[in-house]
RNA sequence: GCGCCCUUCGUCUAGUGGUCUAGGACGUCGCCCUUUCACGGCGAAAACACGGGUUCGAGUCCCGUAGGGCGUACCA
């Protein structure tokens, strides 16, 4: 028995960005060719050419790029292989297993409304199927599909599904125009592009049907079918604009790693055990089509927040601060110069201690990105009143003689604390407003030993001399 | 309308006839830690959609019902 090469694909059409449905998609193409040591292939399914735009097609490969999933070989464009497409169609012809059909679509239409007022079938019956003479007019060309007994997939994910072949129809192959329709384009390209596996939405479950008669036809074989759950949004409806984020680049822009996204996506309908957080390269070990689940699983942000802080957490120093000045690059914030970027290396692991997104890394590191004078936040500049103030002046004379460690302050602080009879908070926090202009941030013991003594009795003495 | 698919805590899920008085995670609530916010620790509430079968025994198999989704184009 000889072991074919396990090769997928992500087919995406080009009509806007890369949807968060798709990525997932993606995700299990990429994961299942990675898992088997098999080719993953990119096609861009353009041959809509009105809804089809170049940029589109680049957000896709934005999106992708992003997300880590990098595809094997050129990506195809679907448009380009009309020719093929109708060549094909051609033999269909040649060997009797399609027809032409000279009916018009008002036609059509109008056999479906009489069907459905007689309560029949509305199955379009064409006149032409078995015509023999046939006039000089514009036709499509209908695949002769069989009409009794039935059509089985046979499903990795949803077991075995079947069809009374009386309620499939003579798909169109090719339209009065020439072009390809999708079915027959779909499953070319499938085969002369060597997929063995077409992992695809459940959305298209019910056109795997009328696929495997194109393949019957002819005499292809069958790839594997793995039809995936589509992603709902946190309501139970079809994830889309109204739920806020569709594209990756949303999540981008939110600042996800895209390691937590990966994490996050997989165990969307797929699972493997109790595993909860896990690497990429975990994930490719333990990838299967059998572990994937049937039903549609609804997107939670609460989740994927906790999933993308852990990542944080878990992630090294220096590319921690990589993936922050990326993120400011990316939101066109200036960039912090080689001196910043290695204090907030030194302050990562208080910062990633409190943060779930990139953002939340910025706001932790305000202080740090911020020169003086400092300008306080609403909830900072509350803390200042003449009762801190005179605090924190009382305080600094201490400060100045401190030896500026982390333990020294902190007992110098405490110390100060006690004799002034107050509680360690009511120091902490008009300090935190003077010395990050926030409310929050990470310990002031931290904050003051990474500003340092000079920079921290300056910001200390701006308060006081602006009083 | 017709066809197909789906249905375990609020959410993601484990569970493949007995070990399920249903496990984990997120979220929620409580307690602890604590200078804020987080993080962390401990604990709690919280689910097999419903009804019939099959079986000694069903979350697990079968059939209905209800609810949801997808499809039903000379779109992809």
Redesign the pocket.
Known sequence: MTTTPVVTRFAP?PTGFLHIGGARTALFNWLFARANGGKFLLRI????RA?STPEATEAIFAGLKWLGLDWDDEAVS?FERIERHAEVAQELLAKGAAYKCF???EE?AQY?ETAKDEGR??V?RSPWRDATDLPDA?Y?VRLRAPRDGETVVEDVV??R????NE?LDDL?LL???G?P???L?VVVDDHDMGVTHVIRG??????AARQVLILDAMEWSRPTYAHI??I?GED???FSKRHGAPGVEDYRDMGYPAEAMRNYLA?????H??E?FFTTEQAIEWFGLD?I??????F?F??L??LS??HL?AMDDVELTELLTDYMALQQMPVPNQDTRAKLTVAMPALK???KKIPDLLEMGHYLLTARPIEMDEKAAAQINDVSRGMLERLTVRLRNANWSHNDLEAAIKAFAGEEEL???KV??PM?SVLTGR???????DVLVHLGREESLARIDDMLAAA
Do not use: C
């Open positions: 059409s399914e353009d041959t809509d809804r679907q009916s018009t679509q059509i479906r079938s509305t379009f514009p499509v949803q077991g599904v079947a069809w009374k309620t169109i339209r009065s125009d072009t329709t999708y079915m384009a459940d959305d298209h479950l019910t056109n759950p589509l709902h139970g409806a079809k165990r969307l309908s797929w699972s055990g109790d909860e572990t689940s049937k039903g549609a699983a609804r939670d609460k989740k927040d906790n802080g852990q957490r201690d409190r943060a509680k360690l908070g902490m926090q935190r409310s929050t941030s990470p310990s002031i013991f």
